[in-house]
């Protein structure tokens, strides 16, 4: 398998799927991105320009998103977790750095809990560690049955003008534009089982305290999503952890304020000392066991 490849939209087999994905930049150092739901991969392109000349910046689309078809399964952010460890594997990386945004930050959260070992840092953007309350729940079981008997439409339509500042729906409306064709672009199979996938999930917060990696957590000062307070949450128990809060940002800051993450991702990315680039570099059969995630 060629796992050298660098360029927009790769594909790679992984646990049952073709996954596609980003793979810039020739630095030592990987850093895996994580979209929110309903995106895709290029949530993050800015974020792979901007830091390419100095890392390896990866993005994936995650299961049924974007060019990673799957209109057959039963989502889950279980199942989101396993596909980024064996997606890892696929890639010959012991370690890495992963940050993920929202549904991206959930799969970090679950992966990380299982498998600690494989992180060098986490990066968490507009996300939280809770399970969804009985009344989300319920929110989202009737959004699934109005999506499957009358589409995503409706949905879609709401959802992207929840996700951004009201200053960006009025001023930077060819951001709105094109996020938006995105989240239109997802089947109503997925839309719905992307919802089940969320409210699905399980909390994180129970081990938030065990997490030893070094820890940024980035958060629009306006998120409606998943509010602020959350964020400093899991900055009071992630020992260590850095919180920064971006101005004029909703859910997507990465997107809104694009030179405020950077600058913020920029400055804790430097101060990591990357200990797993000669895991790296070691090179891995199926026969080693390293497959075996």
């Known amino acids: 398998m060629n796992t050298t490849a660098k360029g927009y939209d790769l594909i790679i087999p992984v646990n049952t799927i073709n996954l596609s994905y980003d793979d810039l930049g020739e630095g ?135 996700v951004f500042h009201k200053n960006s729906l009025t001023e930077k409306e060819e951001l709105v534009e094109n996020l938006s064709k995105v989240v239109f672009s997802n089947s109503k199979h997925i839309i719905a089982e992307g919802l089940r996938a969320l409210s699905g999930r399980s909390e994180t917060c129970s081990t938030l305290s065990e997490i030893a990696a070094p820890t940024l957590i980035i958060c629009g000062r306006a998120d409606e999503v998943t509010p602020l307070a959350q964020s400093e949450s899991m900055h009071q128990v992630i020992e260590g952890s850095e919180l920064k809060v971006i101005e004029n940002a909703g859910h997507v800051s990465n997107l809104e304020q694009p030179e405020d993450f950077n600058s913020h991702l920029q400055k804790f990315l430097a101060g990591i000392t990357f200990v797993g680039a000669e895991l790296n570099n070691e090179k891995k059969t199926p026969d080693s066991g390293y497959y075996g995630n």
Not at 137 to 161: C, T, Y
């Open 28 to 162: 030592n150092i990987p850093v895996i991105f994580l979209h929110g739901f309903p995106f895709d991969k290029s949530m993050w392109k800015g974020q792979l320009e901007f830091f390419a000349s100095s890392y390896r910046v990866i993005a994936l689309d995650i299961r049924g998103f974007g060019k990673s078809k799957d209109e057959e399964s039963s989502l889950s952010i279980d199942l989101f977790a396993n596909d980024l460890i064996h997606f890892m594997d696929a890639l010959n990386l012991e370690k890495a750095i992963v940050c993920g945004l929202s549904m991206g930050g959930y799969i970090l959260l679950n992966a990380q809990e299982r498998y600690p070992d494989r992180f060098e840092a986490l990066i968490l953007c507009d996300t939280q560690c809770i399970a969804d309350s009985n009344v989300v729940k319920e929110k989202r079981l009737e959004a699934i049955q109005k999506i499957e008997s009358h589409g995503p439409d409706k949905f879609n339509e709401g959802f992207v003008k929840s």
